[in-house]
């Protein structure tokens, strides 16, 4: 996976609470046996989705990704150019499923998101290091798991970690004979 | 130390799981006791395996089936998609490579992944469990920890048989006083969702209890914990008991002799401590419940059958005030509406949520001797061929049949819509299913997510009907 340090970019807006994953990929499109070539479905269903192919920040109303736990979710945002998504609040599967693509979930405070929902196109530059997103002078920082934050930064992925606790792994297994 | 304290069940299961405690700079390690996968979010997992080069772990802790994708046709097992037929034939080819057991489609065994693991007695109490479904909390039912995962996490499980995890919080669902005629456990936790609302469960388990709770059977139990995911929790849970013990006793995959003495040692052990705490608590009173019906595009949005579905104009948040809007719109209702006669063209009876014997001799009761409404259809699909042999054994096939409704083959079916079974745009259907989001039965349809007793009084009146009416 490529390192995410900062990114800048225009955003797009959907200002709706709680956007369902069906909504962001509709089951009609589970069929395949990759992870490629969703973006061209994303929020097919919505014939008014500000589409903004040069856009990588997509600003979202509360409750973002809720409902079911399909990755290819997150794999039709990042196939169509999004790198991160931000909310006030991201639902839970779905954060853990955009960390693992190299999509940032970023959630701001109410006052930060209001202002971000009133102006889409406009700027923002997101800082992973310093956990910080920027927009028209105002700096918020955002809360984001520190192995999750560790992961994005180096580019690498929890499997390599979990592959390394083998022993531990081993020893548990005998422990509860199981 | 932890020990002398009073623990919650989550509490006991948690610890009992881990692998490595977390800490500020790494989440927990979690072990995973079962592990079940279906077709459609499995092959990106195997898929890395493959790149990686990596086996799977423990593949007699893997379970697959078909599910999701499968036709539904009476006494047809032949798949025409041709893109549903070759994730299918990829969900056989990689189980056999990995040594994996498959309930394949026409096979014995075969089912949606959430009937069919607590029906051969693999979901146990005090347990690990997840899938790549969201709908994984159902098996919360049984005392065990059970979550849905994305299927980056489907190839950890596979690989390492164990899960990174931050220790989600509790949340206490205390269900009082009991249920009256007429309203059931799907009933029960739409209004449970309407309470917590979308994101009211998120970052929690929800652990239900209460005289309630004690009282439903273990099929609704798991409907119960089925639609904790509606309401964001990452799981739902509910202390084993002897209902709990009973279901399991005989069941092909449960302990037996011995080792059955044994787990059920340890499987008493497993409620919460008295004075253990949760970090939320809620209380709801069942005796006040009303069969519910949702009106809206997401489980939250829901109301009591004689109702009417409520003004935007009322709420003051303008993110609010615009999503009902929205929402009304899509489902062609108007604001102030009663919601009895609102008409309907299909009904659907099946799901994770409701697709189990008890569900189909609960809609059965009300359409033994009775006609569907003219022009209405309604399918019925069990959840799994053993729910389907049962109820035929039991004559409700004939019943559903005699009544005017198709009586179908086993799966996910209209729940996803991802199989052919499907609403067209505009059309209206009650739904035994667990979501409503706009499209999720095919595009442009409109679902009112009800109980199989609603669902089935709607397919007599063809239209939102309340079923206390037709109860003899
Ligand atoms: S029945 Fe519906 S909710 Fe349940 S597993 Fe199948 S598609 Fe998912």
Redesign the interface.
């Known amino acids: 996976m490529e390192p995410f340090k900062t990114l800048e970019s225009r955003t797009v807006v959907v200002?709706?609470?709680?956007i369902?994953t069906?909504?962001i990929i509709?089951?009609?499109f589970?069929?395949?046996?990759?992870?490629t070539g969703l973006g061209k479905h994303l929020f097919a269903?919505w014939p008014d989705f500000p589409r903004d192919e040069g856009a990588r920040v997509l600003v979202a109303?509360?409750?973002f990704g809720?409902?079911?736990?399909?990755?290819h979710a997150?794999w039709a945002l990042v196939d169509y150019g999004f790198r991160a998504v931000v909310s006030s609040?991201i639902?839970?599967?779905f954060r853990?499923?955009a960390l693992?693509?190299g999509l940032l979930p970023v959630a701001v405070d109410e006052a930060m998101h209001r202002r971000l929902v009133a102006r889409p196109g406009a700027r923002v530059i997101i800082d992973l290091a310093q956990r910080t997103l920027e927009f028209e002078g105002a700096r918020v920082t955002f809360a984001i798991?520190?192995?999750a934050r560790?992961c994005l930064l180096d580019g690498t992925?929890?499997?390599g970690?979990?592959?390394a606790?083998?022993n531990?792994?081993a020893?548990?297994?005998k422990e509860?004979a199981? | 130390m932890a020990q002398s304290e009073p623990r919650t069940l989550f509490e006991k299961i948690w610890e009992a799981h881990l692998v490595s405690a977390e800490t500020e700079e790494t989440p927990a390690v979690l072990y995973v006791d079962l592990h079940l996968v279906h077709e459609v979010t499995s092959p990106q997992a195997f898929a890395v395996l493959r790149e990686r080069g990596l086996k799977v772990r423990r593949p007699e802790r893997t379970v697959a089936t078909m599910d999701h994708s499968t036709p539904t046709t009476p006494g047809r097992f032949v798949v025409e998609d041709a893109q549903c037929a070759a994730q299918l034939a990829e969900l056989q080819a990689n189980c056999s490579e990995h040594g994996i057991e498959l309930h394949a489609l026409g096979s014995e065994q075969q089912g949606i992944v959430h009937v069919i693991g607590p029906e051969m007695g693999l979901t146990q109490p005090g347990m690990t469990i997840v899938c790549g479904d969201s709908h994984t909390s159902t098996h919360g039912a049984f005392g065990a920890f059970a979550f849905g995962i994305g299927t980056s996490e489907v190839a950890h499980v596979l690989a390492t048989q164990c899960l990174l995890q931050r220790r989600p919080r509790t949340l206490e669902v205390r269900v009082e006083g009991r249920l009256r005629p007429g309203v059931s456990a799907k009933d029960l936790i739409l209004a449970v969702i309407a309470r917590l609302g979308m994101a009211g469960g998120a970052g929690h388990v929800i652990e239900y209890s209460g005289p309630a709770i004690r009282a439903l059977s273990m099929e609704e139990r798991m409907t119960v914990c089925n639609m904790s995911i509606e309401a964001g929790a990452r799981a739902g849970l509910i202390g084993p008991d002897d209902a709990t013990f009973q279901y399991l006793a005989g069941r092909p995959r449960a302990p037996r002799a011995e080792a059955w003495e044994e787990a059920l040692a340890l499987w008493r052990t497993l409620t919460s401590d008295p004075g253990a705490r949760y970090d939320r608590s809620l209380t709801i009173d069942a005796a006040a419940l009303e069969p519910t019906v949702t009106f809206g595009t997401n489980p939250s949005m829901s109301a009591p059958v004689v109702g009417a579905v409520p003004d935007p104009q009322s709420l003051q948040e303008p993110a609010s005030r615009a999503a009902l809007e929205r929402a009304l719109e899509y489902m062609g209702l108007r604001p102030g509406q009663r919601l009895l006669g609102h008409p309907i063209e299909v009904v659907f009876i099946g799901s994770c949520t409701n697709s189990r014997l008890e569900d189909l001799r609960a809609a059965a009761s009300l359409l033994r001797g009775r006609k569907v409404a003219p022009r209405v259809r309604v399918l019925v699909v069990p959840g799994s061929r053993q729910v389907k042999r049962a109820a035929e054994q039991e004559g409700l096939d004939q019943v559903f049949r005699e009544a005017g409704a198709e009586w179908r083959e086993p799966g996910c079916s209209m729940c996803i819509a991802m199989n052919g079974d499907q609403l067209r745009p505009g059309q209206a259907a009650v739904s035994t299913s667990n979501r409503n989001f706009e499209g999720r039965q095919g595009p442009g349809g409109r679902t009112f997510l009800a109980s199989p007793l609603t669902a089935a009084a709607a397919a007599i009146k063809g239209a939102i009907a309340d079923p206390r009416e037709l109860l003899r």
């Open positions: 200002a709706r609470p709680d369902d069906d909504q509709p089951a009609r589970l069929k395949g046996t990759t992870r269903g109303g509360p409750n809720c409902g079911s736990s399909r990755e997150a609040s639902a839970d599967i853990a499923n693992k693509n798991d520190p192995f560790r992925d929890e499997l970690f979990l592959l606790q083998q531990a792994i020893a548990h297994e509860r199981c």
